[in-house]
């Protein structure tokens, strides 16, 4: 009898706590810009091919309410829409292509898809992603290329395309930097 209520005890102790045999399945969340930064950000030629970190300007990374610093305007609908992280990098790819790769966690998948679709409805993005739904992922003609909007999760991505003949080709682009960003998001 004492064992049975010993064992109650753990079962009940180990519920509260929130620990299971199974394991957590919620993900953590960043700790700073930095540790946000460090894992959003292109690392090395295996997971892009032919691109890498423009040497004349480093990655920035910083909070929501820092974003005044890194862009000129605008800043206010990111913060709106609960921006807590953001990480800038601007990467170059095979000559004469280049990519702004900005990510932003937003806390809560809610905000995330209200970012996109803020995003998505004043850009008239219409431009398809390969592999993705218009509703997680879009792109935006610019000149040269396109701006491709999208959010997985608590995350939301812009990555602003250059250097390309036509739209097609830098949707194909931008799905691929997308296919790496998904697996790093939790």
Not at 31 to 47: C, L, M, Q
Not at 119 to 132: D, F, H, K, R, T
Not at 160 to 179: E, H, R, T
Request: glycine share 8%; with cysteine; hydrophobic share 40%.
């Amino acid at each position: 009898m004492k064992t049975v209520s010993i064992r109650l005890s753990f079962a009940t102790l180990f519920l509260a706590l929130g620990i299971s045999a199974c394991g957590s399945n919620t993900a953590s969340a960043p700790s700073s810009p930095t540790a946000f930064g460090n894992i959003y950000k292109i690392s090395d030629n295996r997971e892009m091919p032919g691109w890498t970190q423009d040497p004349a300007t480093p990655l920035w990374t910083g909070k929501g309410t820092d974003l005044h610093t890194k862009i000129d305007g605008g800043e206010a609908t990111y913060t709106q829409y609960g921006c807590l992280f953001a990480m800038y990098q601007n990467l170059i790819g095979p000559d004469p292509q280049q990519c702004v790769l900005v990510a932003m966690d937003f806390g809560t998948n809610t905000n995330a898809t209200s970012m996109f679709t803020s995003e998505q409805q004043l850009n008239s993005a219409a431009v398809p992603i390969p592999g993705y739904d218009a509703s997680t992922a879009i792109g935006a003609e610019v000149l040269s290329g396109i701006t491709a909007y999208a959010h997985i999760k608590t995350s939301y991505f812009e990555l602003q395309l250059i250097g390309y003949p036509d739209d097609a080709s830098a949707a194909q682009v931008a799905a691929k930097f997308l296919d790496v960003l998904k697996s790093k998001t939790n």
